[in-house]
């Protein structure tokens, strides 16, 4: 039930093709973890991506996109990407900020933020990709689209990533 959502994966959606963007979206069972993730993808060529959604102690958001694959330490990552010390945001101000769910968290949710609040930040590998995987704001679909126009897509809804290399 997407309903409640701000915007919905349809309208998402809708954006991406008003903008340009060429993208494939396949649906599957909810997946709440890469494992189940993994399970469910089948053939998708491409990079497949976890995101994190953090916040830092002088209360500065962070949306960290990065190769499902990576080992994220938040007491390491913290100086790589100028924040203070990281812990994970609880599933309200997720939802109030991104207006997603735990295991819905993608780079597509900041369409919903508004208040420009979470620093986007993109692992630079993902880039080296010819396409990368997001749940399009909900954890039953899978949207393919090149890292380009991920960027492209961001920045179009005002949240210009930095694409860092996570590598401490």
Known sequence: MTDHLPTSPAQLLQRLADLGLTCET???PPVFTVEESKAHRGTLDGG???????????GQLWLLV????????????????????????KPELLFEVL????????PFSAIN???KQ????????????AAIHFHPLIN?????????????????????????NLDP
Do not use: W
Not at 53 to 58: I, P, V
Not at 73 to 88: E, M, N, Q, T, Y
Not at 141 to 154: Q, Y
């Open 48 to 58: 497949h991506c976890k995101n994190l959604f953090m916040k830092d102690k002088k």
């Open 26 to 28: 396949t649906t599957h």
């Open 113 to 115: 933020d508004t208040k």
């Open 99 to 106: 207006g997603v769910e735990p295991g819905s968290v993608t």
């Open 140 to 164: 039953t679909m899978t949207t393919r689209i090149k890292p380009a126009d991920l960027v492209s897509f961001l920045a179009a809804v005002h949240q210009p990533p930095a694409v860092v």
């Open 66 to 89: 990065c190769d499902e694959d990576r080992q994220i330490d938040p007491k390491v990552i913290r100086h790589v990407i100028g924040a203070a010390h990281l812990s994970f945001g």
């Open 118 to 129: 979470v620093n986007v930040v993109i692992d630079a590998s993902l880039m080296d990709h």
